[in-house]
């Protein structure tokens, strides 16, 4: 199972979570939430983390369709998305695949709806 689209990308880590928004856009979804784990971690432990940042993505009419099939399936939404600079330096983007990640829930209408939200979070990654 490959649970994640992820992708090194030649930008600093700000420029990332720029440009990983306006591809979510691009492909209908909003940020919902920002998870800021760096400061988080500095905040509630007193240690040192990298960059490193979860986005709650959503598509809301596939979010939607996806609570008309499965009520519970609000328990695997919103898709993250992650942006962080690994320990070298280097500026890392993925995203939840949901395909793999809906593939507990023995649901079959949720299948092609996540292969549609997949498709569309495998997008975005390659386009950052």
Do not use: W
């Amino acid at each position: 199972m490959n649970y994640a689209f992820t992708k090194e990308v030649h930008l600093t880590y700000e420029e990332a979570i720029v440009k990983v928004t306006e591809e979510l856009k691009k492909e209908g979804f909003g940020v919902l939430t920002e998870i800021d784990v760096k400061a988080t971690l500095k905040k509630k432990l007193d240690v040192d983390f990298n960059k490193y940042i979860i986005l709650g993505a959503c598509n809301p009419s596939f979010a939607y369709k996806s609570l008309q099939a499965q009520e519970d399936i609000g328990l695997l939404l919103p898709c993250n998305v992650i942006i962080y600079e690994n320990k070298e330096g280097k500026t890392i983007v993925s995203a939840i695949n949901p395909k793999d990640m809906l593939s507990v829930i023995p649901n079959t209408e949720l299948d092609e709806i996540s292969k549609q939200v997949a498709e569309k979070l495998s997008r975005v990654v390659d386009n950052v």
